[in-house]
């Protein structure tokens, strides 16, 4: 391999590091702080704790350049639209008289001013608050917090990169404001924005940074001529500033494509680049632009997504390959390593043999690191951790834990009849209409109720050791007679048991299911203080017996109302795992599936009439590029359907999405042939079931009338209001009355408070509809 000269050895550095501390302190800090237990002060320090732990930890692993600016209290799309001005109009007044409160109720509300709408962070399981600009909105710089943190950094000694969401992506991400018309471009806004992010730049450079990464992850996408030109002109414009640090341009997520050879050639000092994935394409990609001479080239050769060791050799070749196209090579991970959980050290109930296949946000930082010696010195100076390398793959590939070849035979099996229902909807809602009775506008909630102090205890309890199953079960029996005799009361027409039993929606199964390992410490953010720990999906899926069936029938005994069996989608249980990446996505799906298909088969024997089979995550891993997405959607739209058509016609399928964009699989969604689709729905105020119309989509549809990601209670005419756009859209004898999402992180005050008003809203647009 041709080394770098020693003045250009290759450097180490990663776009970004997990925020919420080893025992999720961020969390803590910050729900305190909400409930009036932690001070402002308190909060503050906490967060500089962590970001001075985190910097720290990367710098003894070797990173040479640590990020800043990265760090979030709740996310750092919210922190770039405080950062430009770009601030609401119904939340000026509460930022303006306390920044901190002001800044959490653009993220999540208050009783009076609904927050910003949520959705997730390109084909990632990660939401971010979607800025809203309009024609008349004014941009003005703050860059206290970006220049803060960077002088935390510097003060500690260390060479830190201040990283920045990039000019072009933040107009791409946001949406017409309340009030502005829908087909208003915030693109149009670059030339008032640009200036803003120049005054930034020079405070930074000010401050001391040598460097800025500006993240375009928005360009790996299909751009528009249009498009492509802002992005041309933006960075003409920036990289002609005077008064500027050295500009780092940054894409991830997949490859640069039709953006690239507009930034290889713009007057920026490096672009960073992903070369996992797509890292063939991309070569060749930089290749044909004649490389970047005299340029910086941060070769994202560690994947930041997923939690498996990197090949390191096959990296180190990527990386030699690179070394004739760039001016200097150093070498990162993909993208943000806040996708991925903190240290695999910390997992000590995992099989160590299984245990070195991994490699979290510290052990990357090592590759990394590792990479970076072998390209400045050769593959000799890490000759010991290339051999160890080599090792844990070989281990991986001959384990039994990731074949099974029964469930290989099965699926192989598998017929294009197994993912068709035996009649068409029509004919299908006939018979679930005369089963189940329901009245117009049924109502009906998503499945999970909040998780109260005792539940969570008994939890705790039980892995403890300090009460038994016995006594945990009888806890959840009673959390279930609970919430069943709540929604009757309520006045809900289908009911479900609550979901008391589930820690998450797709850990609980994964922890039933062979082939997954579970962690206990491998917690990622989702959004705000909501962190997830995401099963491991290791080997072939298989069910070893039933894992909802009793909880469902004994809510079904409770009442003469339905209760919904609830199951997590096949395409949910990949998206929200660090799924295997030794075989096509299609056919891991296809095996969850299979075993997902027993369970709703076990559940229809049991009794259960309406079963729901949520797939919140089949927006969200949708491939970035318009060619890749129909194999996607075909193995996609085939697994839920091979899930759920093994039932009786009078059997009624729902399933659930929430928080994405769906305008653009609305045939998808229609492809899976489920009878009732439940949808976010309340922060966009209808626009799905518009999107359903616009399509002509023939099934039940319930768009969410209440927003549960905020604490805020919808009055009964909000939600009415709401359900009566849903009516412009959706005929009233295919519209359902529901929350945009499951209940788990809400409190009991303000759930029953919402859920009146629900109910109450329904009742009122039914009479209004008799009346008529």
Same mark, same amino acid.
């Given at each position: 391999?041709?080394?770098?000269?020693?003045?250009?050895?290759?450097?180490?550095?990663?776009?970004?590091?997990?925020?919420?501390?080893?025992?999720?302190?961020?969390?803590?800090?910050?729900?305190?702080?909400?409930?009036?237990?932690?001070?402002?002060?308190?909060?503050?320090?906490?967060?500089?704790?962590?970001?001075?732990?985190?910097?720290?930890?990367?710098?003894?692993?070797?990173?040479? !350049?640590?990020?800043?600016?990265?760090?979030?209290?709740?996310?750092?799309?919210?922190?770039?639209?405080?950062?430009?001005?770009?601030?609401?109009?119904? %939340?000026?007044?509460?930022?303006?008289?306390?920044?901190?409160?002001?800044?959490?109720?653009?993220?999540?509300?208050?009783?009076?001013?609904?927050?910003?709408?949520?959705?997730?962070?390109?084909?990632?399981?990660?939401?971010?608050?979607?800025?809203?600009?309009?024609?008349?909105?004014?941009?003005?710089?703050?860059?206290?917090?970006?220049?803060?943190?960077?002088?935390?950094?510097?003060?500690?000694?260390?060479?830190?990169?201040?990283?920045?969401?990039?000019?072009?992506?933040?107009?791409?991400?946001?949406?017409?404001?309340?009030?502005?018309?829908?087909?208003?471009?915030?693109?149009?806004?670059?030339?008032?924005?640009?200036?803003?992010?120049?005054?930034?730049?020079?405070?930074?450079?000010?401050?001391?940074?040598?460097?800025?990464?500006?993240?375009?992850?928005?360009?790996?996408?299909?751009?528009?001529?249009?498009?492509?030109?802002?992005?041309?002109?933006?960075?003409?414009?920036?990289?002609?500033?005077?008064?500027?640090?050295?500009?780092?341009?940054?894409?991830?997520?997949?490859?640069?494509?039709?953006?690239?050879?507009?930034?290889?050639?713009?007057?920026?000092?490096?672009?960073?680049?992903?070369?996992?994935?797509?890292?063939?394409?991309?070569?060749?990609?930089?290749?044909?632009?004649?490389?970047?001479?005299?340029?910086?080239?941060?070769?994202?050769?560690?994947?930041?997504?997923?939690?498996?060791?990197?090949?390191?050799?096959?990296?180190?070749?990527?990386?030699?390959?690179?070394?004739?196209?760039?001016?200097?090579?150093?070498?990162?991970?993909?993208?943000?390593?806040?996708?991925?959980?903190?240290?695999?050290?910390?997992?000590?109930?995992?099989?160590?043999? =299984?245990?070195?296949?991994?490699?979290?946000?510290?052990?990357?930082?090592?590759?990394?690191?590792?990479?970076?010696?072998?390209?400045?010195?050769?593959?000799?100076?890490?000759?010991?951790?290339?051999?160890?390398?080599?090792?844990?793959?070989?281990?991986?590939?001959?384990?039994?834990?990731?074949?099974?070849?029964?469930?290989?035979?099965?699926?192989?099996? =598998?017929?294009?009849?197994?993912?068709?229902?035996?009649?068409?909807?029509?004919?299908?809602?006939?018979?679930?209409?005369?089963?189940?009775?329901?009245?117009?506008?049924p109502t009906t909630t998503i499945g999970s109720f909040p998780q109260t102090a005792e539940l969570r205890a008994a939890r705790a309890g039980l892995r403890a050791g300090r009460i038994?199953?016995?006594?945990?079960?009888?806890?959840?029996?009673?959390?279930?007679?609970?919430?069943?005799?709540?929604?009757?009361?309520?006045?809900?027409?289908?009911? =479900? %048991?609550? !979901?008391?039993?589930?820690?998450?929606?797709?850990?609980?199964?994964?922890?039933?299911?062979?082939?997954?390992?579970a962690t206990r410490h491998g917690w990622v953010q989702s959004y705000g203080t909501r962190y997830v720990r995401p099963p491991v999906l290791a080997g072939d899926i298989s069910r070893?017996?039933?894992?909802?069936?009793?909880?469902?029938?004994?809510?079904?005994?409770?009442?003469?109302?339905?209760?919904?069996?609830?199951?997590?989608?096949?395409?949910?249980?990949?998206?929200?795992?660090?799924?295997?990446?030794?075989?096509?996505?299609?056919?891991?799906?296809?095996?969850?599936?299979?075993?997902?298909?027993?369970?709703?088969?076990?559940?229809?024997?049991?009794?259960?009439?309406?079963?729901?089979?949520?797939?919140?995550?089949?927006?969200?891993?949708?491939?970035?590029?318009?060619?890749?997405?129909?194999?996607?959607?075909?193995?996609?739209? !085939?697994?839920?359907?091979?899930?759920?058509?093994?039932?009786?016609?009078?059997?009624?399928?729902?399933?659930?999405?929430?928080?994405?964009?769906?305008?653009?699989?609305?045939?998808?969604?229609?492809?899976?042939?489920?009878?009732?689709?439940?949808?976010?729905?309340?922060?966009?105020?209808?626009?799905?079931?518009?999107?359903?119309?616009?399509?002509?989509?023939?099934?039940?549809?319930?768009?969410?009338?209440?927003?549960? %990601?905020?604490?805020?209670?919808?009055?009964?005419?909000?939600?009415?209001?709401?359900?009566?756009?849903?009516?412009?859209?959706?005929?009233?004898?295919?519209?359902?009355?529901?929350?945009?999402?499951?209940?788990?992180?809400?409190?009991?005050?303000?759930?029953?408070?919402?859920?009146?008003?629900? =109910?109450?809203?329904?009742?009122?647009?039914?009479?209004?509809?008799?009346?008529?």
């Amino acid at each position: 391999m041709t080394n770098q000269s020693t003045a250009t050895a290759a450097r180490s550095t990663v776009h970004g590091y997990p925020r919420q501390g080893r025992n999720r302190e961020l969390k803590k800090a910050v729900e305190g702080y909400w409930k009036g237990a932690v001070p402002a002060d308190a909060l503050r320090a906490t967060a500089a704790g962590l970001r001075r732990t985190n910097w720290l930890q990367l710098a003894g692993a070797g990173i040479d !350049e640590v990020p800043t600016g990265d760090f979030s209290l709740y996310d750092h799309v919210l922190d770039t639209s405080v950062m430009v001005g770009a601030i609401p109009d119904r %939340h000026r007044e509460a930022v303006a008289a306390d920044p901190l409160d002001g800044y959490f109720a653009m993220a999540r509300g208050t009783q009076d001013v609904a927050p910003l709408e949520m959705t997730k962070w390109f084909d990632t399981n990660y939401h971010y608050l979607v800025p809203e600009l309009g024609p008349g909105t004014v941009f003005t710089a703050d860059s206290g917090r970006q220049v803060a943190q960077l002088t935390e950094a510097v003060a500690l000694g260390l060479t830190a990169r201040p990283v920045l969401v990039g000019p072009v992506t933040y107009l791409l991400l946001a949406k017409p404001a309340p009030g502005v018309a829908e087909d208003f471009d915030p693109l149009t806004l670059l030339d008032r924005l640009l200036p803003v992010y120049a005054e930034v730049l020079a405070d930074l450079r000010a401050a001391g940074a040598e460097w800025v990464q500006l993240d375009e992850p928005a360009l790996v996408q299909d751009r528009s001529r249009a498009e492509l030109g802002a992005c041309e002109r933006a960075y003409r414009d920036l990289g002609s500033l005077t008064d500027r640090p050295k500009l780092l341009v940054a894409s991830y997520f997949g490859r640069l494509g039709e953006a690239l050879p507009l930034l290889a050639k713009a007057p920026v000092e490096g672009l960073a680049l992903d070369f996992t994935e797509t890292a063939a394409v991309q070569v060749d990609d930089l290749a044909a632009v004649g490389g970047l001479p005299g340029k910086r080239l941060v070769a994202g050769v560690v994947n930041g997504r997923n939690i498996w060791i990197n090949d390191l050799e096959k990296s180190l070749s990527i990386l030699g390959t690179l070394l004739g196209l760039a001016g200097r090579v150093d070498v990162a991970s993909s993208c943000s390593l806040l996708h991925v959980p903190l240290d695999a050290a910390a997992e000590r109930e995992i099989d160590p043999q =299984v245990l070195r296949w991994l490699a979290f946000a510290r052990q990357k930082t090592e590759e990394i690191v590792t990479l970076a010696a072998g390209l400045a010195r050769g593959t000799g100076a890490v000759a010991a951790a290339l051999a160890a390398n080599r090792a844990g793959l070989a281990s991986r590939r001959t384990s039994p834990v990731t074949r099974d070849p029964a469930v290989r035979a099965r699926t192989a099996a =598998v017929t294009g009849a197994d993912a068709r229902r035996t009649l068409p909807y029509g004919e299908r809602a006939a018979s679930q209409r005369a089963r189940l009775g329901l009245p117009l506008l049924p109502t009906t909630t998503i499945g999970s109720f909040p998780q109260t102090a005792e539940l969570r205890a008994a939890r705790a309890g039980l892995r403890a050791g300090r009460i038994d199953a016995a006594a945990y079960d009888e806890r959840i029996r009673s959390e279930i007679q609970e919430v069943i005799t709540y929604q009757e009361k309520a006045g809900l027409d289908v009911l =479900v %048991h609550g !979901e008391p039993e589930r820690n998450d929606m797709v850990q609980y199964f994964a922890e039933r299911l062979t082939g997954y390992l579970a962690t206990r410490h491998g917690w990622v953010q989702s959004y705000g203080t909501r962190y997830v720990r995401p099963p491991v999906l290791a080997g072939d899926i298989s069910r070893p017996g039933p894992m909802t069936v009793d909880w469902t029938t004994y809510a079904q005994s409770l009442t003469d109302r339905p209760v919904k069996g609830m199951l997590t989608g096949p395409v949910t249980m990949l998206a929200w795992s660090f799924v295997r990446d030794d075989q096509p996505l299609g056919d891991t799906a296809r095996q969850v599936a299979l075993a997902l298909r027993d369970e709703v088969r076990d559940l229809e024997a049991a009794g259960t009439s309406v079963i729901q089979v949520d797939e919140p995550a089949l927006r969200e891993t949708l491939p970035l590029r318009a060619a890749d997405r129909p194999a996607y959607l075909s193995w996609a739209t !085939e697994a839920f359907r091979l899930t759920t058509s093994g039932v009786r016609p009078d059997t009624q399928v729902h399933t659930h999405m929430c928080y994405a964009e769906f305008g653009d699989i609305v045939q998808a969604i229609d492809d899976l042939d489920a009878d009732v689709i439940s949808l976010e729905a309340a922060r966009s105020h209808m626009q799905v079931a518009h999107e359903l119309a616009a399509h002509a989509y023939p099934r039940e549809a319930g768009p969410g009338v209440y927003d549960i %990601h905020s604490p805020r209670v919808p009055s009964a005419e909000e939600a009415a209001d709401l359900l009566r756009a849903g009516l412009r859209a959706i005929p009233a004898e295919r519209l359902w009355v529901n929350p945009d999402c499951g209940l788990k992180t809400r409190g009991w005050p303000e759930t029953r408070a919402s859920l009146e008003s629900l =109910v109450a809203a329904a009742r009122t647009v039914r009479d209004e509809l008799a009346a008529s």
